[in-house]
């Protein structure tokens, strides 16, 4: 999956592992987004992963004309 990185970042995991984020659009794997801190500093891009919003919104409510 795609996501927009805002700041350089490295993410260390249980294992002895690390992760470099850089900023910019990146792919990471889920278990790399899984990280406490990854939605610190990048946010998904992906349309699949945006809330839908349509048919939602600022509409007035139609009255009942009976």
């Known amino acids: 999956m795609r996501y927009l990185v805002s700041k350089k970042a490295s993410l260390r995991f249980a294992d002895g ?3 470099e984020l850089t900023p910019g659009i990146q ?4 278990d790399v987004a899984a990280h406490w801190a990854f939605s ?4 998904p891009i992906d349309a699949a992963e945006q809330p839908d919003t349509k048919g939602k919104g600022n509409a007035k409510k ?3 004309s009976d």
Do not use: G, L
């Open 17 to 19: 592992t690390s992760v």
């Open 40 to 43: 610190h500093y990048a946010s």
């Open 27 to 30: 792919e990471y794997p889920d």
């Open 62 to 64: 139609q009255q009942a």
